[in-house]
């Protein structure tokens, strides 16, 4: 099956730093690739929608400057934390879809744990 | 508007009984259906789908699942339960007319006791 890796599989970081989770689709193209942060014990709380080449579509209450989103190609997509605090540590998890069809398959990374001290 | 409900938190079942995870939805038009299975601190990996055709669909590691349009549900069955199996499940709705965003149950913790 389709496979998205993501980079780094977790980080610590200092409460004022930025920190960049890269994710991948490595034998497909996405036409779309979707961010998800998940608390613990809780469901994944969909962040924002990206396509290749335009502006991310971000979710209600969901800061676009805090979590930059870059698509910048049809297998890379990458969510910046910016200004980080602890309120920001999460597991954050992307996700890839194949084609266009509404029918498509959504294709999980293994997610990124991200604890700002 | 989109929901899906998973009314268990928690199930335990032992090793070698049949398991179900229990899951309803609610769409305005006709419902894509779709359960995942996540192991801890890992993403999800797409265990079925249903889109169209025969309710009961059959996926990866032995799960199958029933929809039930009347009932609103689509219910993740396996007729024998591994210890392996232990892990958390979503069950995951799209509706067919809403574009493609996908909306999550709140998870169910499956426990398989040897």
């Known amino acids: 099956g389709a496979v998205v890796s993501q980079h780094p599989s977790w980080v610590i970081c200092k409460s004022g730093t930025s920190v960049k989770i890269e994710c991948r689709s490595l034998d497909f193209q996405a036409t779309t690739m979707f961010w998800y942060r998940q608390f613990p014990k809780q469901s994944l709380m969909l962040m924002a929608t990206s396509n290749e080449g335009s502006k991310a579509t971000y979710e209600q209450g969901v800061e676009k400057d805090k979590f930059l989103i870059n698509h910048a190609s049809l297998t890379l997509s990458t969510l910046t934390v910016t200004s980080a605090h602890p309120e920001d540590s999460s597991f954050y998890i992307c996700s890839a879809r194949e084609g266009l069809a509404g029918t498509d398959t959504q294709y999980f990374g293994p997610g990124t744990r991200l604890t700002v001290l | 508007a989109q929901s899906v409900a998973q009314p268990e938190d928690q199930v335990n079942v032992a090793e070698g009984n049949p398991l179900t995870v229990k899951c309803t939805y609610s769409?305005?038009?006709?419902?894509?259906l779709f359960w995942y299975v996540q192991y801890p601190n890992r993403g999800l990996q797409f265990l079925l789908k249903y889109i169209t055709g025969d309710n009961l669909v059959k996926g990866s590691y032995g799960f199958e699942a029933e929809f039930n349009k009347s009932q609103t549900s689509f219910h993740l069955k396996k007729p024998s339960a591994l210890v392996s199996d232990s892990a958390l499940y979503f069950c995951a709705v799209r509706d067919n007319a809403g574009g493609f965003k996908t909306i999550f149950g709140a998870g169910t913790r499956l426990f398989v006791k040897a």
């Open positions: 769409v305005s038009g006709n419902p894509y």
